[in-house]
């Protein structure tokens, strides 16, 4: 299992686009939430095996699921993304290709993310912006001029009065080096919403609103990932609230359970007897959305 993605972090594309990316995918599920409409970033964190982290947001949106690296177990929990630019401790980091920075923070943004969008990386609130262009590990640039477009090395993104000053200090041609990390350090995650499930207690609350739904869960004692995926807003199915999503997961021998992204982007695919990826479930939108991210199945049969 890992986390699907495009090339790019705002990059958002059908999951069957999305799943094609990777030799020997044999199903898939839709992700985390995303900036639909306008970046189409994930608002979560996101890390693929043999790529580290991609994505994060230090807090505000780390409910994940994950599967350690170390002894291969799954977990549904809170991740807490790391980023620091070298020797400069009073600088903290919020963001990394986030579709925004956060109120009061500063982002980085690298290549991977995709091209730059100007001031949107800080919704348009420039009065306390602040933007740095390192490359080649030294600080080309120091400006309130926001990039657009593609570029190479990284943008240093203060939103804030206070960090604007801290990014201001940043000298023109001086040394500078960035860095991130998961301090769990797992194989790979994927971040959600709400907690549904954790040790067998529901924790979701009843909004009473009805959507079609994706979850993720895990039955330690089946030893088995579960995922689900509800169809609704349809004249045969209304969909799930959250508190229906965690008891079916409950049913179903989830101990934690994790709600993923829903609405028009709920949709499972799977690998047919002829090859092609179908879709497994009616989109709400009546044809599969773009989307930011998945989770995947990949199988290596063996050699005969």
Known sequence: ???????????????????????????????????IGDSGAPLGLGRARGEGLLHGIDYGWNNAFWIDRKDNKPHIDLLHPQ??????????????????????????????????????????????ARVVHVRNGRVMTNTTSFPTGAFEGTYIVARGPEQRRQVRALKVGSKLQVGWRLPEGPAFAITGQSILLKDGQ?????????????????????????????????ESTTGYTMVQEARLMKQLGAEDALNL????????????????????????????????????????????
């Open 202 to 234: 529901i924790l979701a609350t009843d909004d009473r609103e009805l959507h079609p739904r994706t979850m993720v869960g895990i039955d330690r004692d089946g030893g088995q990932i579960i995922w689900v995926v509800v169809d609704g807003r349809r």
């Open 261 to 304: 992204d829903g609405g028009g982007s709920s949709i499972m695919l799977a690998r047919q007897a002829d090859g092609s990826l179908a879709v497994l479930n009616s989109p709400s939108d009546g044809h599969p959305r773009a989307v930011a991210n998945g989770l995947e199945v990949t199988y290596d049969p063996p050699a005969s």
């Open 1 to 35: 299992m890992d986390y699907a993605h495009a090339p790019k972090v705002k990059q958002d594309e059908p999951l069957s686009d999305i799943l094609k990316q990777t030799p020997g995918v044999v199903a898939g599920i839709n992700g985390d939430f995303f900036d």
């Open 83 to 128: 980023a620091w630019v070298v020797g400069h401790p009073e600088i903290t980091i919020s963001n990394l290709n986030s579709p925004q920075v956060k109120p009061n923070g500063i982002g980085i943004y690298t290549p991977r993310f995709g091209s730059a969008i100007g001031n949107r990386w800080v919704d348009g609130f420039t009065r306390y």
